[in-house]
């Protein structure tokens, strides 16, 4: 195999970095195996900053080619964890919820990484140092620190919100796999209701994604709480704002906060 005859031929100081598939005799299929697509994936990354970042790493001829081997192997990653065979799907859906798609884990734009791999002219124009720097898991907006090295607001606000992301995201995907279906999303149906309406209102589909991601990400920005679904659903089924208030057993100041509030986006019409 070409892989394990590079690695019988490297240097000690590659091997001391402990890449997977490049720092032991045990064939990258192998370890792939015991570890998974994702950790291995995880671990070639950091263990790759590390050699970059370190003194011995002065990129030389032989210091590329180690660079550009690891990012070979991350790359077989992503082509055949994007062939994996199903494993686990919701009842009645129609796409496979294990399918990795290179989004970036807060919203549904690609991953720096995708983005750049995705366009040959834009990716060759990268010097070695810029590619490796490349977030796997964000996009540029989202990306933990910014190019000066500090933090940036934006990742700082998405950790704060990941859950919440992942739960709208989550409610949207399984809805849209059904948009005709009353699906249970949460214990109040007008939560449920108002799922199904902003998706069958939206259009989008399970091969949406992207869009999905992008409105889950929407939905958390603008503190679409549960409780704003719910005062939304009442007042497109006819109910006044004192009707609302009784209802959830609110002030009726605080339905009139909510509603001027909600971006026209994110109100139903169901007419």
Known sequence: MAVAEYRSQLDQKYLLFQVPGLSATEPFSAVIRNNGFRVTGDVIRKTLRRFVDSSECVFSDADKTFIDTAETLLEVLIFCRSKQP?????????????????????????????????????????????????????????????????????????????????????????????????????????IN???????????????????????????????????????????????????????LGVERQAVWKALKSIPDEFRLDVS
């Open 193 to 247: 209701r108002y799922i199904m309406y902003l998706i069958a209102q939206t259009t989008l589909q399970p091969a949406d994604e992207d869009k999905i991601r992008d409105l889950a990400r929407r939905l958390v920005n603008y503190k679409i709480s549960d409780r704003k679904k719910q005062i939304i659903m009442l007042m497109t089924l006819g109910y006044s704002q004192a009707g609302i208030a009784r209802r």
């Open 86 to 190: 199903q494993k686990r799907k919701n009842a009645g859906a129609k796409f496979n919820l294990q399918r990795p798609r290179g989004f970036c884990r807060f919203c549904g734009q690609p991953s720096e990484y995708m983005q750049f791999i995705n366009n040959p002219d834009t990716w060759n124009s990268l010097d070695e140092e810029q590619k490796v720097r490349l977030s796997h898991k964000y996009c540029h907006a989202h990306r933990p620190k910014l190019q000066d090295g500090t933090w940036n607001n934006e990742y700082r606000k998405a950790m704060r919100s990941k859950k919440k992301f992942e739960i709208e995201t989550n409610r949207l995907l399984k809805q849209s796999a059904q948009p005709g279906a009353l699906k249970q999303h949460a214990d109040d149906a007008s």
